[in-house]
C-alpha cells in the first residue's frame, strides 16, 4: 500500500478511506487540486505501480461548472455560452458607459473600475442568494444613489446577456438549483475549506447525497514571531531564514507567505536569488516556486509588442520610445548608433515629453549616416505607415492578422534565441491574441486606438506564471498558502492594519444588507472571522510557524497583528538574521582605490573634431573628469522636458531683441534723443521682431496667449534695462554677436561675442548678457568658474576697458564686471580690492595676464588629459548629469563608513 502520509506539502492519509470509496476531493483553489493530485501520483511511483487510476479532484467551482454541463447534456437548462471574467468586465464596461451617456447625475473618472466592482457585486449577491427582484431588497438598494444606479447597471447587464446567449458562471451554477433533482448525485469531500458560499452550499446540498470533511492530521508546532524595522529587513531576513533552513534539510518543505505579493515579490526575489546565488550565471536555478507570476503586459517580450502596436497611433512617448529601441525583441539594423543617439538628442532638445509619430518618422528619414540618409527606424515607421488595415475598423478577431503583419514588420521577438521563459512568454501572448479575437461575442467593430486598449487590458488581467520543476520552497499569497503543509513557514506582513484587514464593503450594495448577511469583507467582525481561520490553518499545517510584521510602513508606525499575541517572540534584528551577502556588505571594510585619472592625450585628428568654445574650458574648469566626459566621449545628458518656453529659448529670445534694438540705435547718443515712448516703441519693434524669427524645430508653435505674456515679459524688462543703459556715459556699438577666434596651446576656440561697446577714448568694454545672476567670484582663483569673459578678454586685440556682464533680470538690472574704467555703474576698478587674497595681482592689466596664464594652463590639462574627479564646488555637481559615470557620490559614502 502506496504511503500518501510522507508526500511533500500535503498528507493525504487522512482523506485515502475516502478516496478508495469512491469520493470525489473538492478543493478551495486549483493550487491545492494539483498538489493533492502530485502526491498521489508521487505515491503510486514510489509504490512501484506502473498503471493507476488518477484521483479525483478538482476545485468546487470547477466541479459545480462540470455538473452544470451535465445539466445543459441532459437539456435541464438553457445551452449558453458561458462568458469569462474579460467579456463580462468587457460587457459590464459597455453597460457603465451606455449609462453614463443616458443620465446627466453623474460622470465616472474610472469607468473601468465601475464596471469590475459592478461585476463582483453581482456575483457576490448571486453568490450570497439575494434576489434583487424582491420587492423589499429592491427598495433597500433605492434608498442609496450608488447601488440604486447598479440596478439600472445590473438590468442593462442581463438584457445583453440574453441577447447574446450568454451566461456567466455564477449564472450557470445558481441554475443548478432549479435541475438538481433530476442530475446523479454525488458523493464529495471538501478539503480545507472554511469558507463556501450560501450558493455553493446549497448546490453541494441538493446534488450531493453524502459530504465528508475530512481534516489533516498535523499538530500544531511552535509558533514565533518577529518585529522589523521596515519591509526591506523583514523580507531579507525571511529570505535568508529560507536558505539556512534549505541547507539544514534539504528535503524540508518550506513556505514564504507574502500577502502583498504585487508590491513584495521583486524585493523578496532578489533577495532570494541573492542567498542561493542566482543573480548571474545562475539566474535560471533559483530553487523556489512562486506561486503569483507577472501582469504580462508588464513582461519585457510582451510589453515592447504592445508598445511597437502603440506606433500606429498618433504619439509616443520619449522614455517609451528609448525603451523600445532599446529592445533585444525587435530587429533594428542601427540600434546604438551614432545616427540614432543624434535623433534622440535632437528630440530631447525640443523639450517635448512626446513626439508625433509622423514628425519621428520624417526625422529618422533625413538623418545622415555616413554617405546616405535614413535609419531603418525611419524605414520601418514608413512602412507601418503604409499599411492601410492600421486605419480599418473591424471586429477583433479581424485585428489578428494586422497585428502580426505590424509585430513581423519589426522582427518581433528579434533574431536573438529565446530562452525557456521567453518562449512561455510567446506562448502564452498567442494565448491572450486567442481569447482577445473571443470578444466578437461581446464587442462591436473597434478602431486601431480600441482595440490596442482592450488587448492592453486583456494583457493585464492574464498574469504570466512560467512552467518550472517543483521546489521545496514555495512563496504564496494568504489564499494560495492555505491547506498545503509545511515543515516550516514564514508568514510576512502580520502587522495589525493588515490582518484583519479592514472592513471594506462593496459601495454598489447596500452596507445594511452586507452587514445582515456577512458578505466579504463587510465588517470588522467578518473579516477577523476570515483571518482568524486562515491563521488556523497555516497553525494546524505547519510544524514550525513563523510570522513577522514591519514596525514601519510608507513612513508610518505599525503594531503586529491580535493573532500573534499566543506566539512566542523573539528578535527580530539580530545578526543572526542577516543572510550571508548583507552580512559582508555591512562588515565590508577594506576597498582597493584604483587611480584613473588620466584619459589620452587629445590627438590631432581629434582637436580637429572638437568644438564647443569657451565650454570646453568651462568644463575643465568645474570638473577635469566633466571636460573630458562631455567634450571628448560626448556624454552629454539630456535635456529635461518642459512646458512652454524653455529657460534657454527666453534667453535666446532676449538676446535676440537685444542684437536688434542696439542695430537700431548703435550708440547712447541715439538711446538719448529718444523720449519715453519713442524708446517703448523701438523696444516693443525689437520684441516683436525677436518673436517672430524664433523657431522651435520640431515643436508646436507657442500660443497666442503664451506669445502675448512672453511679449509683455520682454517689453517690461527691457524698459528696465535701457533706463539703466541711458545712465552711462558716452558710448558707440563696435560690434554685435562677433566671431572671435582664439588658440591656447593646441586647443582652438572660437567665440562669439554678445556686444563691444567702443568708448571715447577708443578702449573697448566687452558685454555678456545674462538672464540670471551672476558673480565675479566666478572669474577668480586658479579655476575660474565662468572663463567665458575672460576668454574674450585675452583674445582682444585692441585696448580694454573692462569686462562685464549685463544682468538682465526683473527689478535686478545691473552691470556686474571689472575694468581700467567705470564704463558703465557696477563695474569695479579697485582690482586689489576686487580680488582679496585668491589672486596676488596689482592692477588690470596683471589681472588679465594672469587670466591667461590660468586658461592656458586649463587648456594644456584638457589636451594633456587631465579627467580627475575634481570638483571645483559642491554646486558643480547639481546640474551635471553625469554622477552615474563618475560616482562620486557614491565614493564620498564609502570614504565616510566608519
Not at 502526491?39 to 488518477?54: E, H, K, L, S, T
Not at 503586459?297 to 523600445?324: C, F, M, N, W, Y
Not at 586685440?797 to 552691470?815: H, M, S
Amino acid at each position: 500500500m502506496p504511503d500518501y502520509s510522507t508526500q511533500k506539502l500535503y498528507d493525504l492519509e487522512p482523506a485515502m478511506p475516502l478516496v478508495l470509496a469512491g469520493y470525489t476531493l473538492l478543493t478551495p483553489n486549483l493550487r491545492l487540486a494539483r498538489r493533492i493530485k502530485t502526491v498521489w501520483d508521487q505515491a503510486r511511483v514510489n509504490a512501484g505501480d506502473q498503471v493507476w487510476q488518477p484521483i479525483r479532484v478538482m476545485p468546487l467551482e470547477l466541479w459545480l461548472e462540470q455538473q452544470w454541463q451535465r445539466a445543459v447534456i441532459m437539456e435541464l437548462v438553457p445551452a449558453n455560452v458561458i462568458v469569462s471574467t474579460g467579456h463580462a468586465l468587457e460587457l459590464w464596461y459597455q453597460v457603465v458607459i451606455e449609462q453614463e451617456n443616458r443620465s446627466n447625475s453623474y460622470n465616472l473618472l474610472q469607468p473601468g473600475i465601475a464596471a469590475s466592482m459592478a461585476n463582483k457585486a453581482r456575483e457576490t449577491l448571486l453568490g450570497w442568494q439575494v434576489n434583487t427582484e424582491d420587492s423589499v431588497i429592491r427598495q433597500e438598494f433605492e434608498l442609496a444613489t450608488d447601488s440604486a444606479t447598479y440596478l439600472k447597471w445590473q438590468a442593462l447587464f442581463e438584457q445583453r446577456l440574453a441577447e447574446k446567449a450568454l451566461t456567466t458562471r455564477v449564472d450557470a451554477i445558481s441554475q443548478l438549483l432549479t435541475c438538481a433533482p433530476l442530475l446523479p448525485k454525488s458523493r464529495v469531500a471538501l478539503m480545507d475549506f472554511d469558507d463556501i458560499s450560501p450558493l455553493f452550499q446549497s448546490c453541494l446540498d441538493v446534488l450531493c447525497d453524502d459530504i465528508k470533511r475530512p481534516q489533516q492530521r498535523l499538530e500544531p508546532g511552535r509558533r514565533t514571531a518577529r518585529a522589523f524595522v521596515d519591509k526591506r529587513s523583514e523580507l531579507l531576513a525571511a529570505a535568508h531564514w529560507a536558505k539556512s533552513e534549505s541547507d539544514r534539510d534539504p528535503a524540508a518543505t518550506i513556505g514564504i507567505i507574502v500577502p502583498d505579493m504585487a508590491a513584495d515579490r521583486p524585493v523578496l526575489e532578489y533577495f532570494l536569488r541573492q542567498e542561493f546565488d542566482c543573480l548571474g550565471e545562475n539566474y535560471q536555478s533559483l530553487p523556489v516556486n512562486f506561486s503569483a507570476g507577472m501582469p504580462l503586459d508588464k513582461v519585457p517580450l510582451v510589453r515592447d509588442a504592445l508598445q511597437l502596436l502603440s506606433l500606429g497611433l498618433g504619439r509616443i512617448a520619449l522614455h517609451e520610445l528609448i525603451a523600445l529601441l532599446q529592445s533585444r525583441f525587435l530587429i533594428l539594423a542601427d540600434a546604438g548608433t551614432p545616427g540614432l543617439v543624434e535623433l534622440i538628442t535632437e528630440l530631447f532638445d525640443d523639450g517635448l515629453e512626446t513626439v508625433a509619430v509622423a514628425e519621428l518618422r520624417h526625422r529618422a528619414s533625413q538623418i545622415k549616416v555616413g554617405e546616405s540618409t535614413g535609419l531603418s527606424l525611419g524605414r520601418h515607421l514608413v512602412s507601418m505607415a503604409r499599411m492601410q488595415g492600421l486605419n480599418k475598423v473591424v471586429l477583433p478577431s479581424a485585428w489578428i492578422p494586422i497585428i502580426d503583419d505590424v509585430l513581423a514588420l519589426w522582427g518581433w521577438p528579434g533574431s536573438g534565441p529565446l530562452d525557456s521563459l521567453e518562449y512561455q512568454q510567446v506562448e502564452t501572448w498567442f494565448d491572450v491574441l486567442d481569447e482577445f479575437s473571443g470578444y466578437d461575442t461581446v464587442c462591436d467593430a473597434l478602431s486601431l486606438e480600441s482595440a490596442l486598449l482592450l488587448l492592453g487590458t486583456c494583457c493585464s488581467r492574464h498574469v504570466f506564471q512560467p512552467q518550472s520543476a517543483d521546489s521545496s520552497i514555495q512563496v504564496l499569497g494568504a489564499l494560495e498558502g492555505a491547506g498545503l503543509a509545511f515543515d516550516h513557514l514564514w508568514i510576512c506582513g502580520m502587522q495589525s492594519s493588515q490582518w484583519p484587514a479592514a472592513a471594506s464593503p462593496n459601495p454598489l450594495i447596500p452596507v445594511h444588507l452586507q452587514r445582515q448577511l456577512q458578505m466579504p469583507h463587510a465588517t470588522p467582525e467578518r473579516q477577523w472571522s476570515f483571518a482568524s481561520a486562515l491563521m488556523r490553518q497555516y497553525t494546524r499545517n505547519a510544524k514550525l510557524l513563523n510570522a513577522s510584521y514591519s514596525q514601519l510602513v510608507d513612513g508610518a508606525p505599525e503594531l503586529g497583528s491580535t493573532l500573534l499575541e499566543p506566539f512566542d517572540w523573539i528578535d527580530g534584528e539580530n545578526e543572526e538574521q542577516r543572510g550571508p551577502a548583507s552580512r559582508h556588505q555591512l562588515h565590508m571594510r577594506g576597498l582597493e582605490f584604483v587611480e584613473d585619472n588620466q584619459a589620452p592625450t587629445v590627438c590631432a585628428e581629434e582637436l580637429t573634431a572638437l568644438a564647443g568654445g569657451s565650454a570646453v574650458l568651462e568644463d575643465q574648469s568645474s570638473c577635469p573628469f566633466r571636460g573630458f566626459a562631455m567634450r571628448r566621449l560626448k556624454a552629454v545628458p539630456l535635456n529635461r522636458f518642459g512646458v512652454g518656453l524653455s529657460a534657454a529659448e527666453r534667453g535666446s529670445l532676449l538676446h535676440n531683441a537685444l542684437y536688434i534694438l542696439w542695430g537700431t540705435l548703435e550708440g547712447s547718443e541715439a538711446l538719448t534723443a529718444l523720449d519715453d515712448n519713442e524708446l517703448a516703441e523701438h523696444i516693443e519693434a525689437a520684441v516683436l521682431s525677436a518673436l517672430r524669427s524664433s523657431t522651435s524645430r520640431g515643436r508646436p508653435p507657442i500660443s497666442v496667449a503664451s506669445r502675448n505674456l512672453e511679449r509683455q515679459r520682454l517689453i517690461s524688462l527691457l524698459g528696465e534695462w535701457m533706463a539703466l543703459e541711458r545712465r552711462r556715459s558716452e558710448f558707440v556699438i563696435h560690434a554685435r554677436e562677433e566671431t572671435i577666434q582664439l588658440s591656447l596651446e593646441q586647443l582652438k576656440i572660437t567665440l562669439r561675442v554678445d556686444r563691444i561697446d567702443r568708448l571715447p577714448d577708443g578702449s573697448l568694454l566687452v558685454i555678456d548678457y545674462k538672464s540670471g545672476r551672476c558673480k565675479l567670484r566666478d572669474w577668480l582663483g586658479q579655476r575660474p568658474a565662468r572663463p567665458q569673459l575672460l576668454l574674450y578678454g585675452i583674445a582682444a586685440t585692441q585696448p580694454l576697458a573692462g569686462l562685464t556682464y549685463a544682468q538682465v533680470r526683473k527689478r535686478d538690472c545691473q552691470f556686474i564686471g571689472a575694468g581700467k574704467v567705470e564704463a558703465a555703474p557696477g563695474i569695479a576698478t579697485d582690482i586689489p580690492k576686487l580680488v582679496g587674497d585668491s589672486m596676488h595681482v596689482e592692477d588690470w592689466d596683471s589681472l588679465t595676464a594672469l587670466w591667461r596664464e590660468h586658461l592656458t594652463r586649463l587648456a594644456s590639462e584638457f589636451i594633456a588629459g587631465n579627467a580627475r574627479v575634481d570638483p571645483l564646488t559642491p554646486d558643480s555637481c547639481t546640474y551635471c548629469g553625469l554622477q552615474a559615470l563618475c560616482r562620486t557620490g557614491d565614493v564620498a559614502l564609502v570614504e565616510a563608513a566608519p
